[in-house]
């Protein structure tokens, strides 16, 4: 392989780097887009469900809990149903309100509570946990492009080395020519 085509190859492999490094900063931003909803659902039930867990504003927490449609739907009806079932219970006993009959109220009170809870933080710590997974997945490919990027500017730096050389090694050998011509 000669002088010449060494530097003019070093100019193809230059652009075919460059054009490959655009083709790959493109497909990141389509993929890391593709991830966008995925990651804005799990910023969103961030603040929720660190309200729920106690690490942020828990009367936020207890608002949100008793707006959720699981609340106002299922919680509201099992609670009802509960109630009226212990009521009659305790007034086919003749003990409508009896100690027992009130603490077995307040016992399905507080597990139909828990239980409506448990299944309302569930899908905010799933959330989480996707939001979580989607941001670590963008971070590899922008990872990936950086050290992409780097590969390209340490390539362009390996062909800029290769074209000195050559002209230097054309240099010499022009020299060495016109020296023993003299």
Not at 120 to 139: H, Q, V
Not at 152 to 181: E, H, P, T
């Amino acid at each position: 392989m000669g002088i010449f085509s060494s530097i003019f190859g070093a100019k193809a492999l230059k652009k075919a780097n460059k054009n490959a490094l655009a083709a790959q900063e493109t497909a990141t931003k389509e993929a890391t887009a593709q991830f966008d909803p995925y990651a804005a659902a799990g910023a969103s039930a961030l603040p929720a469900y660190l309200n729920a867990i106690g690490q942020g504003d828990s009367n936020a927490a207890i608002q949100s809990f008793q707006n959720s449609p699981l609340y106002q739907l299922q919680y509201g009806a099992a609670m009802k149903a509960g109630q009226d079932n212990t009521a009659a219970m305790g007034n086919a006993a003749g003990l409508r309100n009896s100690g027992a009959t009130l603490k077995a109220l307040q016992d399905r009170a507080s597990q139909t509570t828990n239980n409506a809870f448990q299944q309302y933080i569930s899908p905010l710590a799933g959330l989480n946990e996707m939001g979580l997974g989607i941001a670590d997945r963008k971070a590899g490919l922008l990872t990936n492009q950086g050290q992409n990027q780097a590969n390209y500017f340490m390539n362009k730096g390996q062909i800029k080395a290769g074209q000195m050389a050559g002209f230097d090694g054309l240099l010499n050998s022009g020299i060495k020519m016109f020296g023993g011509l003299m």
